[in-house]
Every structure is written in structure tokens, then in C-alpha cells.
Nanobody
Framework: QVQLVESGGGLVQAGGSLRLSCVASGRTGSGYAMAWFRQAPGKDREFVASVSWTTGNTYYSDSVKGRATVSRDTAKSTVDLQMNSLKPEDTAVYYC?????????????????WGQGTQVTVSS
């Protein structure tokens, strides 16, 4: 069992930055990937970025590539998502997810564990 708690969301102007953090407790480690998803009103939950818990390798969606950096700190059991050059279309609830999956797993159903989400609102 894995428990995930996100923090760091808020209101930011377009062009600004935010850093989201996810604290993981329970079973994590070899073979696990940690990911960030987001869900805007009326839309499906979409993959944003992932990081291998073991290697630290990362993978990004095309929509955030070049603007986002995902990282993990195994000592603190945290996964962070740094988002820069934010756009109004980045507005969504951002979720941290975990699962014994590939780094390249990008669908919601592949991840077994989810946080409660944190709201990010980007004003124009």
C-alpha cells in the first residue's frame, strides 16, 4: 500500500512558475514509477510526467516537455514537479500517482495509487 499527498498548488499568472510536491509513504522502490497527471474541468485525466524511483530517469508529455522538470528524492520519499512558463491551459487539478509500472506508462488505469490532487490555476 502507498499513500500519496500532494502540495504546492495555487494561483499563478501566465508565464510564472510553480513547484508541486508529493510525499509518498508505504511501499515504494525498485520497479516503481512515480507520475504526475492532471485533469481539467470536463476533460480526461492526462499524463504529465513520470520518474523512475530506482534510476531517476524521467519522461514527459509533449504538452509540458521543455517547461517541466520532475525529480525524486528517495531519502525524503518525495517527488517534485517544477513547472515553468505556465499557460492558462495548464490549469487543472494535478495528481501524484504511483505504481509498479514502466517509466513510460501514461494511462490512468496503469497506476494503482493516487493522491487527492492539488489545484493549479493559471490566470491570463
Amino acid at each position: 500500500q502507498v499513500q500519496l499527498v500532494e502540495s504546492g498548488g495555487g494561483l499563478v499568472q501566465a508565464g510564472g512558475s510553480l513547484r508541486l510536491s508529493c510525499v509518498a509513504s508505504g511501499r515504494t522502490g525498485s520497479g516503481y514509477a512515480m507520475a504526475w497527471f492532471r485533469q481539467a474541468p470536463g476533460k480526461d485525466r492526462e499524463f504529465v510526467a513520470s520518474v523512475s524511483w530506482t534510476t531517476g530517469n524521467t519522461y514527459y508529455s509533449d504538452s509540458v516537455k521543455g517547461r517541466a522538470t520532475v525529480s525524486r528524492d528517495t531519502a525524503k520519499s518525495t517527488v517534485d514537479l517544477q513547472m515553468n512558463s505556465l499557460k492558462p491551459e495548464d490549469t487543472a487539478v494535478y495528481y501524484c500517482a504511483s505504481g509498479r509500472v514502466s517509466l513510460y506508462s501514461t494511462t490512468r488505469r496503469e497506476y494503482a495509487y493516487w493522491g487527492q490532487g492539488t489545484q493549479v490555476t493559471v490566470s491570463s
